[in-house]
Every structure is written in structure tokens, then in C-alpha cells.
């Protein structure tokens, strides 16, 4: 059975730190594109951040350069989001998804990822 179960969220205060984990089961994240999405109350969702099976990563949204990185543990079949210096705009329900093809991510949007997790609910708050 194929799943992503994430885990890392909660409430941090602004300029914080907090990272998200992504577990995959079911099947291999090494040759998938891995990615992030987040949607906040009241807006649709948006990609944050795209890596492709090569560990090349793409930004899916330009708020978070220079603040969230993305990264994978393929013998933990496992990705995550470190995200730094958050701000109360971050505050959202992040989401992890993969994407078996194409498995780049230069040049190709947030489009057509297969599997998604549950979501876990960021809060930046003082």
C-alpha cells in the first residue's frame, strides 16, 4: 500500500525554525520527484519547493529562497523541509507528494504528482 505520512509540524514563533519529515512506504522515493506544497486558510494550494531524482532541487515559490530547502534520505525512504527563519505568512497545511514522471523538476510545474500525504498544519505565531 502506498502512503506518505509526514510529521514535524506545529506552532514555532516568527524567525524559527522547524523541519518536516515525509515517510514514503509502499514504494521507493529514488527515482521519484519529490515535492512540497502547502495551502493556507482561505487560498489554494501552492508548490513551495521540487527536488528530482537526481537531487537537483527547483523553488516552486519564490517567498521561500534563501529560507526553506528540501532534501531526501533515500535509505530512510524519506524526504524532507527544513524551513528557517519562518514568518506568519508560512502559516499553512504543508504537504509532501511525489511524482514518478517526469521525475525532474526544472522547467515543469507543480503539476501531476501521484501520491500525497495527509498534511500537517504549520502555525507562525508569537
Known amino acids: 500500500q502506498v502512503q506518505l505520512v509526514e510529521s514535524g509540524g506545529g506552532l514555532v514563533q516568527p524567525g524559527g525554525s522547524l523541519r518536516l519529515s515525509c515517510a514514503a512506504s509502499?514504494?521507493?522515493?529514488?527515482?521519484?520527484?519529490i515535492g512540497w506544497f502547502r495551502q493556507a486558510p482561505g487560498k489554494e494550494r501552492e508548490g513551495v519547493l521540487c527536488?528530482?531524482?537526481?537531487?537537483?532541487?527547483?523553488y516552486y515559490a519564490d517567498s521561500v529562497k534563501g529560507r526553506f530547502t528540501i532534501s531526501r534520505d533515500n535509505a530512510k525512504n524519506t524526504m524532507y523541509l527544513q524551513m528557517n527563519s519562518l514568518k506568519p505568512e508560512d502559516t499553512a497545511v504543508y504537504y509532501c507528494?511525489?511524482?514518478?514522471?517526469?521525475?525532474?523538476?526544472?522547467?515543469?510545474?507543480?503539476?501531476?504528482?501521484?501520491?500525497w500525504g495527509q498534511g500537517t498544519q504549520v502555525t507562525v505565531a508569537s
Open positions: 527536488m528530482d531524482s537526481s537531487d537537483g532541487s527547483t
Open positions: 509502499g514504494f521507493t522515493l529514488d527515482y521519484y520527484a
Open positions: 507528494a511525489t511524482r514518478e514522471a517526469p521525475s525532474y523538476c526544472s522547467g515543469y510545474g507543480p503539476v501531476q504528482y501521484d501520491y
